[in-house]
């Protein structure tokens, strides 16, 4: 059966009032949901890899000549993604400030006039916990791997590996909050990274001088002091380096413009999709008249 352009152009005139009045409610629910809508704003920052990979690449060679395995020289861009979007990280960050638990999981809105975060007093009021306790760990207060689901909604990172830049962004409902996160979590980032390699790097050290003892070769020895001394400016590398995995190249914002939501692009997708559905309905309620030959 073909489809009667005719009784096509019939079926759509005779209905025209019913596609316009549903297109028409389709519209003003786009446009009160853009209007009531919860605010959003996103802090972001883009961070390359600091020099701290170059003084890796010598520590390799230097190691591979003196028989020691210290690992390969690899950007450390994609692991510190990797990072930001683990659960240990949620687990330091709650360690270093437990407040922001609350505005992770408990914010509902943003009191733009007074800056300050309104709070789901269902979960969380007066400065104090009131949510039912947790089914898995029966505590009122989250457990870290509770608020750690809230993070990953709010927390994006991503690595590109063309450029090497890594893109750190925080989305939350209120602006100053964003920043405080996206700081701390890159502030954070660099220190942990930054302890680890100075506590390996003295273990490091230790070893190196032990072994020199048991080293008889002279030019194994040499390559051992040499591996040492570049230990050694690991260390003060790390203690005199603020970014010391990565280095902001853009640094993190307090957002003054709402990043969510974008009202005339819901207005204008809503419209159309919600034009496309009523239309699909009317030739289906229709078929068997557009149909006839």
Request: charged residues 20%; without cysteine; glycine residues 4%.
């Amino acid at each position: 059966m073909e489809i009667n352009l005719n009784n096509l152009f019939i079926v759509l005139k005779k209905r025209l009032w019913l596609i316009l009045l549903l297109q028409f409610f389709a519209s003003i629910s786009a446009i009160f949901y853009s209007l009531t809508a919860t605010e959003l704003y996103t802090s972001e920052s883009l961070l390359a890899s600091s020099s701290k990979s170059n003084l890796n690449s010598s520590l390799g060679g230097l190691a591979a000549l003196a028989g020691v395995s210290i690992g390969s020289s690899v950007d450390q861009s994609a692991d510190s993604v990797e990072y930001v979007r683990s659960r240990s990280m949620v687990k330091h960050l709650l360690k270093i400030d437990p407040s922001i638990a609350k505005d992770i999981i408990a914010a509902k809105d943003y009191d733009k006039e007074n800056q300050i975060i309104i709070y789901d007093e269902k979960i969380f009021k007066d400065d104090q916990w009131v949510r039912n306790p947790s089914k898995s760990t029966g505590t009122i207060e989250p457990h870290y791997l509770e608020v750690y689901l809230y993070y990953l909604d709010i927390v994006k990172a991503e690595y590109d590996k063309l450029s090497g830049f890594v893109i750190l962004s925080v989305t939350h409902v209120s602006p100053e909050f964003a920043h405080k996160l996206l700081s701390m979590i890159i502030t954070q980032l660099n220190q942990i990274v930054k302890d680890q390699d100075i506590e390996e790097s003295k273990k490091a050290v230790d070893f190196l001088d032990s072994a020199v003892s048991d080293v008889g070769s002279f030019d194994l020895v040499a390559s051992i002091n040499k591996l040492a001394e570049k230990q050694i400016e690991t260390q003060m590398l790390a203690q005199s380096q603020t970014h010391y995995v990565l280095k902001v190249i853009d640094e993190p914002f307090v957002p003054i413009t709402r990043s969510y939501p974008k009202r005339s692009m819901i207005v204008i997708l809503t419209s159309i999709i919600s034009f496309v559905i009523i239309i699909g309905l009317v030739l289906i309620l229709d078929r068997k008249y557009i149909l006839e030959g």
